[in-house]
DNA sequence: ACCCTTTCAGACAGATCTGTCTATTCTAGC
DNA sequence: GCTAGAATAGACAGATCTGTCTGAAAGGGT
């Protein structure tokens, strides 16, 4: 993203989308794409509306009349952040078929998204420990969450854990755990353990199901076909 | 740099107070104690100094002179949230001489900090998260985690681990998650989840009994013998 | 051509925050 | 009682932030 074109007020739209111009972004996209970059690397406290707009080479009125206010753009901002999320997730989850490796799956896309170098934590995490109680933020990091731990849940089930959801919780507190320690201590490969310590707990908990060899427990990377 | 501490404050509270007297805390004190209940449970950059003096009632002066700046307050507040800590758990450990118990006493500690109506996740995650690339609170915060991990390291060696340094950092996922869940989730029994899940990783992984052989891990036999 | 929606540019008000400074009050020790 | 130093109360400067408002430019659709 980052579009930084010159500000300017050039060929905005483009006259039309249609031909191969790359038909500048709206005025909301690129506000939705300086809030994401400028708010998840510094914070929605720090981050100040004149920054969004001269990043976003937006006019200061734009915002306003998109958003509301500057709530209505951390809303949106973790919106967009929610629906990555489950993306990410989702086509993790394609890769496999086996229940058990599926579970597995969630924290190798994590491993991914920990390589990237801008990562800087749980954006609902920080987010919310910026705004204190504030609702709005409350409310999307509760959705965020919630699917989360029924995503897990499923997964489980489809297992055959005997109590899913005592599971499910186990692994979502592996998964926080990872996100936290490879933003507090800046160390990526906290995925692969708590990769390794889900494995010690499915093979702990779940059935003995007749799938292949006794799978690996190994450290970082690991994963037969793993990351892209 | 720190301890601009005029000697006032000392002479104030060591010369003599003896008498039978409250003796009321010294501006420093109740900065901290101030300190420590707004910057918790709101936010260090929400809460203003105006709002600490005024629930201390103690000059802004006196602030000024005793912490330097807000950040010299700051770094104190979380200071004094790392002895707690510290405190919370070696007083938790007291309590069993069993290396697995006391692997697990850990998480103990952690259920009874839960229970606190005012408990608000961890500080150091929330200072971080407000503060971006804040030094003096990542110094703080770095601190306290490689302490954290070298309990976990020590308890883990103690009880016959085979890679203490790997269960060392599977149980700070477990604990980190917890913290994390019992905040966002607003779910006291996380740490009850993240105990029982610790308790199968460390029968999964350690030796059945305090001799006999090392189990099928590659084991230097360094095992037991490592630090203390 | 004409209208209409979107966007831009930036001044402005009102609030808030950090940090400094002045002037007064309190307390301990001689 | 007196004095020195610490603490107090609060005004103040300087900066910053949110949100409003005015006024104009720039195309698209009819």
Redesign the interface.
């Given at each position: 993203m980052a579009s930084r074109v010159p500000a300017g007020t050039a060929a905005r739209t483009g006259g039309r989308q249609e031909a191969g111009q790359p038909a500048r972004p709206s005025a909301r996209e690129r506000l939705l794409a300086s809030a994401n970059e400028l708010f998840y690397s510094?914070?929605v406290?720090?981050v100040g509306i004149d920054r969004i707009i001269e990043h976003a080479g937006v006019a200061k009125a734009s915002l306003y009349n998109t958003f509301g206010n500057k709530e209505g753009l951390v809303r949106a901002y973790l919106e967009s952040r929610r629906q990555r999320s489950r993306n990410r997730i989702a086509r993790a989850l394609t890769r496999y078929r086996e229940p058990r490796e599926r579970l597995l799956a969630v924290f190798e896309a994590q491993g991914e998204m920990f390589t990237d170098p801008d990562y800087n934590?749980c954006a609902?995490?920080?987010a919310?420990?910026?705004a204190?109680a504030g609702s709005a933020i409350t409310d999307e990091?509760d959705e965020y969450?919630a699917w989360m731990r029924g995503m897990f849940t499923e997964l489980a089930a489809e297992a055959g854990a005997a109590d899913p959801e005592?599971l499910a919780?186990?692994l979502?507190?592996?998964?926080?755990?990872?996100?936290?320690?490879a933003?507090?201590?800046r160390d990526p490969t906290?995925a692969g353990?708590?990769r390794?310590?889900a494995a010690?707990?499915l093979?702990?908990?779940l059935p003995p199901r007749p799938a292949s060899d006794g799978d690996a427990r190994k450290?970082p990377g690991a994963a037969r076909t793993a990351a892209v």
């Open positions: 510094e914070g406290q720090t934590g609902f995490v920080s919310s420990a910026e204190g990091a969450r005592l919780r186990q979502h507190l592996l998964y926080d755990g990872a996100m936290l320690s933003r507090m201590d906290a353990t708590a390794a310590a010690v707990l093979n702990a908990t450290g």
